[in-house]
């Protein structure tokens, strides 16, 4: 029933010596015209977690991909134990031995635990299935990791964290030699994290090699043994992690982009505006059952930061400044004149615009070019009938491409083969191309790499101080204080405090989050 | 190795390839039947033969499949392009029978012009039900396919109707320089919607609606208007299509003119390489497509298929064209060609 060793014979390890049980050498895989991996090589030893680092868009899905017999690979070598291998299918890598846990658990929510891991496998007595050896077989997979889940219950019934490490245990139940965590803890908070570690480490005594893949530098610190770091497709090396600061892996990871980080210290915080009549007001803006009656104002040139958790109702609000969704309270001002914003159109004749948190369901038009993508908004607002001429156009796709840094630099490659950072700069060029007074960004640097949210951030304040106003949306909230001139604290759905950010800290935020410090009145001298 | 793209590639990739190689090999099925199939003769100043029947007959499911590409690029479908065309007919041949002179110019063309525009009009409803009531493009289209039959036998108290204006006639079998006019009709639609689309942003912004409605939205695309628009143009275009094939027999019948047209039009489309998903459509593609169609009704006869089963022969040269267009097929038989799968070029070890 249980694989997998390779097919022809497993060649004997060497004990002494380390053998990678999984080489791969100058694999290159290119996509229409853009390469997405250029000659990289990649060793993985058993009993090792290796951390495979880098940038969005450096080539860490794809190598997955490759890996994992997703994408063909154009050139290079894969070996197994010493043998070639090429695979056709993600079936083929794992009857070689190579499981894959996805970041998004693919496990079938109504089924029980335990059939969720034996699932195709499932122990048969007189033709029908086993319950009980199922679930017995569970449960001591289960035990063995240390993960204490009844298998009988139903998958759905458990967070997304237990979730995971069932699907951990399903992948590591085929009895593999390579199993690969991609991005395993974006939705798992510390002890969650904890936990799937501890199962980490057992597997590494057993000899798994694991590959880790996770934006959390502090993570791979903690649980890594080696890393390979990938920058624009190709190699840039391999490193034991106890040999490398911190400092070091994020300049190889981003190489000369550092300097743009250096340089937005700088930028920060603009002046403290506020003064005159604002650009934009809202009185008692609100929405049944989304955001409660809400006032907010906001200046010329000021960057208002929004700080809430998920949930705070910090989206609702930006939507409904918006006009994404209708307010069914309330009123809402642009330049002294009374609004009611029945949808974005309206909003953006108004000369605001809005980047949404969801990025590839609400922003990114997949089959489009980069170009149409980033002028979508301009035309849609000149109507079909006044296409843009084409000097303009190509001027303007031009300069936002240099001036955000897009890459690959192509007006004409398809919107969906950019990676996530280089998405949200085309969209962010998208409304800065219709040239807005009030700017709202939701998450705009939500899941994109060191170097393209440097960018953005840097872009963000230098165009407050050419006099923009922003709405400023983060769940990071080291990211809201930096480039916030006046901070707005949400919880609940409605609004809960708002103060000047001078010298506001972190531990500020989150206590007025967590409800410990004095009301809205009382604050803000 | 990043090789430039040379001309061979670009062929090779070019995404009318397979739906101008199934026109091709079909026509060459024809010449081996009947090695005569390809003649075609000047006779009294016209061009006669079979490929000036097969692009006459075209143009009625070029002009629908027109309409549907755009439709299908919104995420749509229309499907009462049958039903709108049967009315198109009914009203224009009860017009020119009711008019004082049967046979005058005037009275075709004032015919011909009120039938377009109530089409427009139906089509418009379509997008109504669509656009602003938020019904399923399946639903809200399928109304009018049904209702459709039933206003135009209405219309023509149920029987079939028969003109005799030359004028109107003309549209079906007339000829303009040594072509003939239907087709005309035809091309000219299709490059007047070739330019309304790319020589405007309305294309883009089509594709748009069509790939990411609500991120077209948030960018301010009046996604409503759009797609309000591409039906009533769906609309017209199907009436123009009626009025060609009742110009054909110079009589309408409303429980069978324009019958299945529809669904000719979706392959049309489909075999040109638009996807039913919406998002990119091709209009040249739809016009091969639309050429493959009509070839196709002249093959069943020509190489002797019997009527029975000439539905039959049909599906399967349909589903053959298909599975050459779906990559995935094209891999599947190169794997069985081959032997092995992957690896382009995989380096010696």
């Not at chain 1, 001078?502 to 531990?507: C, L, P, T």
Request: overall charge neutral.
């Amino acid at each position: 029933m249980t694989q997998m060793r390779t097919p022809a014979g497993t060649t004997s390890v060497p004990a002494a010596e380390p053998q990678p049980v999984i080489e791969m050498r100058d694999i290159s895989i290119t996509f229409g015209a853009v390469r997405a991996l250029d000659e990289v090589s990649v060793r993985l030893f058993p009993g090792e977690v290796h951390a495979l680092m880098g940038e969005n868009g450096a080539g860490k899905s794809t190598l997955i991909k490759a890996l994992t017999g997703v994408y063909a690979i154009d050139a290079g070598v894969v070996t197994i134990d010493g043998e070639r291998h090429e695979f056709s299918s993600p079936a083929a890598a794992q009857a070689a031995g190579i499981s894959t846990v996805y970041q998004e658990v693919n496990l079938v929510p109504n089924l029980t635990v335990a059939e969720n891991m034996l699932l195709g496998r499932e122990p048969r007595r007189f033709g029908s299935i086993d319950v009980r050896e199922m679930n017995r077989r569970a449960r001591r997979t289960l035990l063995h990791l240390g993960i204490d889940v009844d298998p009988r219950t139903v998958l759905d019934e458990h967070p997304i964290a237990v979730q995971q490490l069932v699907a951990i245990a399903r992948a590591v139940d085929v009895e593999a030699k390579v199993l690969i965590l991609d991005e395993p803890t974006s939705s798992l908070d510390a002890d969650e994290v904890e936990k799937l570690f501890t199962v980490m480490r057992r597997l590494r005594e057993e000899g798994v090699a694991i590959v880790f893949v996770s934006h959390f530098l502090d993570q791979v610190y903690e649980i890594a043994d080696r890393m390979t770091i990938l920058r624009n497709g190709r190699l840039v090396e391999e490193r034991m992690v106890a040999d490398t600061t911190q400092l070091e892996l994020v300049r190889l990871m981003i190489g000369r982009e550092l300097e743009v980080l250096d340089r937005l210290d700088r930028a920060a915080p603009t002046t403290g505006a506020g003064s005159g009549t604002p650009l934009l007001t809202a009185v008692g803006l609100g929405r049944k059952n989304t955001l409660e009656a809400t006032d907010l104002a906001l200046y010329e040139g000021e960057v208002v930061g929004i700080a809430g958790l998920l949930g705070s109702g910090r989206t609702e609000l930006a939507r409904l400044l918006f006009g994404a969704d209708t307010a069914d309270t309330g009123e809402l001002a642009v330049r002294s004149h009374t609004r009611r914003l029945r949808s974005p159109r309206h909003a953006i004749d108004r000369r605001i615009a809005f980047s949404s948190e969801d990025r590839k369901a609400e922003g990114v038009v997949g089959d489009l070019t980069v170009a149409d993508n980033m002028l979508l908004a301009l035309q849609a607002s000149r109507g079909w009938l006044r296409p843009i001429p084409q000097g303009t156009r190509a001027r303007l796709v031009k300069d936002y491409i240099e001036a955000l840094d897009i890459r690959p630099a192509d007006p004409t490659a398809l919107m969906r083969n950019l990676s996530g950072g280089n998405q949200q700069k085309v969209l962010l060029a998208r409304w800065l191309i219709t040239e807005p007074e009030i700017l709202i960004l939701d998450e705009p640097t939500r899941g994109i790499d060191i170097g393209a949210k440097a960018q953005i951030q840097a872009k963000v304040a230098e165009l407050a101080a050419q006099g923009l106003s922003v709405v400023f949306i983060s769940a990071e909230l080291e990211e809201v204080l930096r480039l916030s001139d006046r901070l707005v604290v949400m919880r609940d759905r409605r609004k809960i405090d708002e103060r000047t950010n001078d010298d506001v800290s972190v531990r500020d935020v989150l206590e007025i989050i967590a409800g410990e410090t004095r009301s809205e009145e009382d604050t803000h001298a | 190795m990043p090789e430039p793209t040379s001309l061979v590639q670009r062929v090779l990739r070019h995404q009318l390839l397979w739906p101008v190689l199934a026109l091709f090999v079909l026509l060459l099925v024809n010449v081996v039947a009947k090695p005569s199939f390809l003649d075609v003769r000047m006779q009294d100043g016209h061009l006669y033969g079979n490929l000036i029947d097969i692009v006459r007959n075209s143009a009625p499911v070029m002009l629908v499949a027109l309409g549907m590409t755009l439709v299908i690029a919104t995420r749509g479908i229309d499907l009462s392009v049958g039903a709108i065309a049967a009315i198109a007919a009914a009203v224009a041949c009860t017009r020119i029978i009711g008019a004082g002179d049967e046979a005058a110019l005037r009275t075709a063309v004032m015919a011909m012009t009120y039938a377009v525009v109530v089409c427009i009009v139906l089509g418009a409803w379509n997008g109504l039900l669509v656009s602003v009531l938020g019904i399923q493009p399946i639903i809200a289209t399928l109304i009018l396919m049904v209702a459709g039959r039933g206003i135009s036998m209405a219309i023509t108290d149920g029987q079939i109707t028969t003109v005799n204006n030359p004028w109107f006639s003309d549209l079906a079998s007339g000829f303009v320089l040594t072509l003939p006019l239907a087709f005309l009709v035809a091309v000219g639609m299709v490059l007047f919607t070739a330019l309304l689309t790319r020589r405007t942003a309305l294309g883009m912004l089509i594709e748009a609606v069509g790939i990411n409605p609500e991120a077209s939205r948030l960018a301010g695309v009046r996604a409503r208007t759009i797609i309000w628009t591409v039906y009533a143009f769906s609309g017209l275009c199907a009436g123009l299509a009626g009025l060609v094939i009742a110009a054909n027999t110079n009589s309408v019948n409303a429980n069978s003119l324009g019958l299945w047209i529809e669904l000719d039009a979706i392959l049309a489309v489909v075999i040109g390489g638009t996807s039913l998903m919406g998002g990119r459509f091709s209009l040249a593609g739809t016009f091969v497509g639309a050429l493959f169609i009509a070839t196709l009704a002249r093959t069943i006869p020509n190489i002797g298929i019997p009527s029975e089963v000439n539905y039959l022969f049909k599906a399967v040269v349909v589903i053959a064209v298909c599975l050459l267009q779906s990559p995935k097929a094209r891999a599947l038989l190169r794997v069985r060609r081959s032997g092995t799968p992957t690896l382009a070029n995989g380096a010696p070890a």
